[in-house]
């Protein structure tokens, strides 16, 4: 039973590697306790278990908050979004291919992620620094940033499909 909570625990620990949500995490160190209860108690599987889930529910209602406050504000260069939509527009990117419009998508870096993207004018060279305009689905529009006429807003506000009233909002 040792070697199956062992594998449990790098099963987990290798997907944590991959998400870093933190949630494995704390089910790796649960599934590792366990193989170390099972080391000395090769027969009580119930108690196994029981260290298990305990240490992994503890790990993700106690621990997994401030882990997760520390991992975040000690990444360089990071931005971490509250909400997609909110969070993104406004953002700094650098173009990773040429950019176009809807027939000519191309990619943008931007919090370390590839994200897809179009251009709101003319075509954009790969290594330009634009900045996220607004979003269309899961597609960024983006303008260069040295091509911005700082005195008129290129920021896209939500639009509504409800009717008057509906979203909060009058004519």
């Known amino acids: 039973m ?65 882990v997760t406050r520390v991992f975040h504000r000690g990444q360089r260069g990071g931005h971490v979004t509250r909400g997609v939509h909110g969070g993104l527009i406004g953002q700094e990117a650098v173009t990773l291919e040429d950019v176009g419009d809807e027939h000519s998508i191309g990619h943008v870096r931007l919090a370390g992620e590839r994200w897809l993207a179009i251009s709101g004018g003319s075509n954009i060279p790969p290594g330009t620094p634009v ?13 260069p940033i040295d091509a911005i006429d700082r005195s008129t807003p290129l920021l896209e506000t939500p639009r509504s499909d409800a009717p008057d009233g509906a979203d909060g909002r009058t004519t």
């Open 131 to 143: 900045l996220v305009t607004a979003l269309r689905g899961t597609t960024l529009i983006v303008w």
């Open 2 to 66: 040792v070697i199956a909570w062992v594998a449990l625990g790098v099963g987990l620990v290798l997907f944590e590697m991959h998400h870093m949500a933190f949630y494995a995490l704390f089910g790796a160190i649960g599934a590792l306790a366990a193989a170390v209860v099972a080391a000395f108690l090769p027969d009580a599987i119930l108690l196994q278990g029981t260290v298990a889930v305990v240490l992994t529910i503890l790990g993700v209602v106690a621990a997994r908050p401030y």
